[in-house]
């Protein structure tokens, strides 16, 4: 009996944990101020004022871990943040049964972000991958535990494909298109994406493959692989 006492005991505390992480991120959000963010420096040395916490969620979208939300590590600019979520709004409403889960962006204040090398000043956001199952080719969200890094632990073979899932290349073109269509209404506009070169060929053969031709991808090959997220970053316009 005092066993079992002891486990719901922990259970409890466990449970109780988990829902207090939920709640972090929103409260945070409701005491922050509305001032505009201001971008400092560069993605690899800046930093962040007046920065803004990304949304746990939204109909078609979340970010990967609670803990990681109550952590504090969905910071970006105010304009990343509102751009964002008016492409997550207008995917929505045009494919309701998409899915999109967003990684790291950064510290509200911006600078070091471990273990990225840059994320420091609010413009860069890992989007995990879109994905639906190879079995019945339904949309599911990337598994995003702790154990499996939050999304960040998966490796794709050169088809885009593990054992059981596909990347979805339409999904994540249309999610570059709105984004890219949507920013200069947000005063920005996508300076380049970090996303492995294998995988380009299935973006140009998507619906929006001319617009995607346009778009900068980069890498190197010193650089981790990026199968499973696209490292997005954004630049101010006047
Ligand atoms: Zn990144």
Redesign the pocket.
Known sequence: MRKSKKWMYRLLVVMLLIASCRAVNPVMIYFENDTPSTSYGESWKGHLENGKRMPSYGYNFSGVSYLLLALGRNGVHSAVRDLTVAAYDTLYSLHPEWRYLYG?TGWVKGGKFWP?Y??QNGM?I?FMVPVIKKNDSSVVMLPHSIFKRFGYAFEFDSLGETSAYRIDFESMAAHLHFLNTLAPGYHLKIRRI?FAPEFLPYLYQTSYGEEMKKLLFVYNKRWLRHDD?Y?TEFQMIE
Do not use: S
Request: hydrophobic share 20%.
């Open positions: 790291e990225h840059t994320h860069v890992d970090i997220h490292h």
